[in-house]
């Protein structure tokens, strides 16, 4: 059977994790998980360790020094899986945003459909987010479609993190070359991808925002992902993606 890993990056997390954990593991296909944690002050990786006894090879953990944005982690994570004989590698997030029963319907739709990346998708069929303020809602959904335009890829929900990679996708992309760590990050892996000719497909999700724990959101992720779509878009132009 092909080995599937989730990675999932943690920052004060303890209150999500471990129903988390639980509820990947219950699921009807057999996933491993690497939580990549950024030695939070509420000691989530504590927390994780003391499941490991009851996860035994199938709960992996790496601690990071400190906390230096999302897309370092989730990099770490892939550099991880790399190195061992991962076929599927999933994002997802810890506050429960991401339903852990759409990871089948990712892994289906690249195992059975034959696509390299597929993307747990809030706006393929609408707009399927419960419990953001409009004004946040609106934010995404524009941004997206700036970046749609900008780039050019056929991607409804660009800065989307629910996503199965095919192996040979991360190991075509130079990760050491991966310049953004917010929601920029997203959008350089998709358009990568996407540029370097494999298959994208979105799936519709329907997004939660967290009922537990403290948002990461920040105005300068949003400021990031803004501009770096234009310095994506002039490097590819120039054949330097």
Not at 116 to 129: E, F, K
Not at 206 to 212: A, G, L
């Amino acid at each position: 059977m092909p080995q599937k890993l989730v990675i999932i990056p943690t920052f004060n997390e303890i209150e999500n994790i471990e129903k988390l954990i639980r509820n990947i593991f219950s699921q009807p296909v057999d996933f491993e998980i690497l939580v990549v944690d950024d030695s939070s002050p509420d000691r989530t990786w504590e927390l994780v360790q003391k499941l490991q006894e009851e996860f035994k090879d199938k709960l992996h953990l790496e601690i990071r020094a400190a906390k230096s944005g999302l897309g370092k982690a989730y990099l770490h994570g892939f550099k991880w899986a790399l190195e061992r004989t991962y076929d599927y590698i999933f994002e997802m997030d810890a506050d429960f945003s991401h339903n852990p029963n759409d990871l089948i319907r990712l892994y289906n739709s690249c195992l059975k459909n034959d696509y390299d990346v597929t993307i747990g998708s809030r706006y393929i069929t609408g707009v399927n987010v419960i419990n953001w303020p409009m004004k946040r809602v609106l934010l995404s959904w524009l941004a997206s479609k700036y970046v749609k335009a900008i780039t050019r890829m056929p991607v409804e929900d660009t800065t989307a993190g629910f996503i199965c990679y095919k192996r040979q996708v991360l190991e075509s992309i130079d990760l050491n070359k991966i310049k953004f760590v917010g929601y920029a990050f997203q959008i350089e892996m998709k358009f990568k991808a996407f540029k370097k000719g494999f298959r994208l497909k979105e799936i519709p999700v329907i997004f939660t925002d967290r009922t537990k724990g403290k948002s990461k959101m920040s105005s300068g992720i949003i400021k990031e992902a803004v501009f770096g779509v234009v310095t994506l878009k002039l490097k590819s132009l120039f054949g330097k993606i």
